[in-house]
């Protein structure tokens, strides 16, 4: 990154930064869980079960951060006059999250 690049940063309440961070824990855990499966060669369908529920997981969080990002960073670019480029930069996101779908 330059010193001309601009990073964001979002100030999370304590409670929601220790929600995701649980949940992310969680999900870090159920991935260390699918090489300990592999490793020990369980069956196929098991460990794609495994991994269908961490991308689950991992949608979960991701919609939880667009809600937040939408009532707030969004909602305040609006109310400050940068709507058009906080629509156009959420649109993206969007655009990213649904590949992933």
Request: proline residues 0%; aromatic residues 2%; glycine residues 4%.
């Amino acid at each position: 990154m330059t010193n001309s690049e601009e990073v964001k940063v979002t100030h999370r309440s304590t409670k929601d930064k220790d929600q995701l961070i649980t949940r992310l824990k969680r999900i870090e855990g159920q991935v260390r869980g699918i090489q300990n499966m592999i490793e020990n060669e369980r069956y196929c369908v098991d460990i794609l079960t495994q991994i269908s529920a961490i991308n689950a997981a991992m949608n979960k969080v991701g919609l939880q951060l667009l809600e937040k990002h939408t009532h707030h960073c969004v909602s305040d670019a609006i109310k400050d006059g940068n709507g058009e480029e906080a629509i156009q930069e959420l649109m993206e996101v969007f655009k990213r999250f649904s590949k992933s779908q």
